[in-house]
């Protein structure tokens, strides 16, 4: 089989987030985040999982990286645990958790390892969630100074900053389907979180300018290909409704153009906050590049009778773990949409990946079903990249099995096996194999 080879500055990378990989959430001084309060609330996670301990990552970050170099990884996206740093959201600094940090960096570094840092992966300080959390306009502010406190601190040596990771979820899985959190159930707060995090991105792109920093900011979005079941008038609406609703448009219309897209103001206007045009000049602020996740692929059928008017079915493909269809093909869709409607600088795709019912046997963990995916997906980036769009890197989600949300440690997407009774890390079969295509840049 030919080798597909990618642009030799390509970066491969994998990703993790703060609360899932951590543990040691109220360590040194740190104060609780929404998280930790939502998955010690009895039945929100699966089996009363939590993060506390999840992979110890925050004592065994050194470990870590020496697994990430054996790997040949060129960036690590991780991102910052907000409520480390400011305990209360702001205010008061605490400078254990800025040294977590400083160390984490400086590690990869000196492994040749270039930091991607996600500034905010869903952990709002819980001291903030009581005054209102992503409700209250003020979250704009509140993050922009957040954010410029890390510029400061980290900006010296982080290039690569991540503002948001997938708003939407965080609107609308914590605040609409409360099923994260903070555990809400109200469209109307779900609207105006997205909103106020359009605000909040601003603020720290702002931000971010004034320090002068030299490097590149932009915005990871979460993404599913969602293509009509029919040709029927109503089908290829009802397609297009979810993917501006559910996919990269609701974030970058706004921050590309100015303001939401065209069915998201013909049909979903009144629960957006009153007035929100006002914001809209603001929001619009040219950033360096975007992130893109994706992890399946439906098709979507119009249905009145159902509350957002849209039935989404699968295609009968095979299924991760997570129940999600495999979808190579919406991959290369996502990635050509999001060149084509905005022309971004730049494009990453921060995460791709799959959960599977991992076992180990005799020391080994045999994943081929991961690495079947991780090919067919990687190839269909290659394609993506020869048909023009300016895709920089790619980074598999996961680095390691860690605490899936609401989903405790029942879901593992990990390259790297966790015994989380030993923290033991067992390298994947995927792990060998991702390290074989960073050693020849190129995928089969």
Request: with cysteine; charged share 25%.
């Amino acid at each position: 089989m030919a080798e597909k080879k990618f642009p030799k500055d390509f970066v491969w990378g994998s990703a993790t987030a703060s609360y899932q990989v951590e543990g040691s959430p109220l360590a040194d001084g740190a104060g609780p985040s929404i998280w930790h309060r939502f998955s010690h609330t009895p039945g929100t996670t699966h089996e009363g999982e939590t993060g506390d301990v999840a992979c110890d990552h925050y004592n065994r970050y050194k470990e870590d990286i020496k697994l990430m170099k054996s790997l040949g990884l060129k960036g690590y996206r991780f991102s910052i645990s907000w409520s480390r740093i400011f305990p209360n959201g702001k205010g008061k600094i605490n400078e254990k958790g800025v040294d977590f940090y400083n160390r984490v960096i400086d590690e990869l570094l000196k492994n040749e390892i270039t930091p991607f840092v996600t500034i905010y992966h869903w952990d709002l300080p819980a001291a903030l969630q009581d005054i209102g959390g992503w409700t209250n306009r003020d979250i704009a502010n509140w993050f922009g100074d957040y954010a410029d406190y890390l510029f400061q601190r980290f900006g010296d040596r982080v290039k690569h900053w991540i503002t948001l990771n997938e708003p939407w979820v965080m609107a609308f899985i914590g605040h609409m389907y409360g099923e994260h959190a903070p555990g809400m159930r109200d469209i109307y707060a779900a609207f105006a979180v997205a909103h106020n995090e359009l605000r909040a991105h601003s603020k720290a792109v702002e931000a971010f300018r004034s320090e002068g920093i030299k490097g590149k900011i932009g915005i990871t979005l979460s993404n599913g290909s969602h293509d009509p079941a029919t040709d029927s008038t109503q089908d290829v609406l009802a397609a297009r409704v979810t993917h501006e609703f559910s996919n990269y448009p609701l974030f970058l219309n706004p921050i590309f153009k100015g303001k939401y897209p065209e069915h998201i103001e013909n049909f979903e206007k009144e629960f957006l906050p009153k007035g929100y045009e006002k914001d809209m000049d603001e929001i619009k602020r040219p950033i360096d590049f975007v992130g893109i996740n994706y992890y399946s692929g439906d098709v979507v059928k119009a249905d009145p009778s159902s509350p957002m008017g849209v039935k989404i079915m699968g295609r009968g493909l095979p299924k991760t773990e997570m129940g999600w269809e495999i979808y190579p093909e919406g991959f290369y869709k996502i990635l050509k949409g999001v060149q084509d409607e905005y022309n971004p600088k730049e494009v990453y795709v921060t995460e791709n990946g799959a959960a599977f019912d991992d076992k180990v046997e005799d020391g080994a963990v045999h994943d081929q079903k991961r690495i079947d995916y991780l090919r067919d997906h990687i190839s269909q980036a290659h394609r993506a990249l020869e048909d023009g769009v300016k895709l920089k890197g790619y980074f598999v989600w996961s680095l390691m099995d860690n605490f899936e949300w609401a989903f405790g440690y029942s879901k593992r997407f990990g390259i790297t096996y966790i015994d989380y009774k030993t923290q033991k890390r067992i390298l994947k079969d995927s792990a060998k194999w991702y390290a074989n295509v960073i050693s020849k840049n190129a995928v089969e």
